[in-house]
């Protein structure tokens, strides 16, 4: 079992920033690939990054690219999600995800953490 808890989520205006941290445990961090989603009202939840547990190699949605990075704090079983240049249509609840079996093309994200709120002001 792994839990999964964020933190960071808050009120910004638009073109500010956010540091998210998802702290990890019950599982070895070396060996989870990790990610963040979001849900804003009415949508389905959408991925936004991935970090791969191998080689730390990342991914992200289209719409994220050049504004937010994810990277893990291997000392403290974190991974962080640095949001800058923040629009009003990146509201919504952000949830940290952890996948232990899934591949780089299948992924299984096997555990959620409860989700916080980034809200943008415009």
């Known amino acids: 079992q792994v839990q999964l808890v964020e933190s960071g989520g808050g009120l910004v205006q638009a073109g500010g920033s956010l540091r998210l941290s998802c702290a990890a445990s019950g599982r070895t961090f070396s060996r989870l690939t990790m990610g963040w989603f979001r849900q804003a009202p009415g949508n389905v939840r959408e991925f936004v990054t991935a970090?791969?547990?191998?080689?730390?190699?990342?991914m992200y949605k289209d719409s994220v690219k050049g504004r937010f990075t994810i990277s893990k704090g291997n000392a403290k079983n974190t991974v962080y999600l640095q949001m800058n240049s923040l629009k009003p249509e990146d509201t919504a609840v952000y949830y940290c995800?952890?996948?232990?079996?899934?591949?780089?093309?299948?992924?299984?994200?096997?555990?959620w953490g409860q989700g916080t709120q980034v809200t943008v002001s415009s």
């Open positions: 970090i791969r547990r191998s080689d730390n190699y990342t």
């Open positions: 995800a952890a996948d232990s079996r899934g591949t780089w093309t299948n992924f299984s994200w096997d555990y």
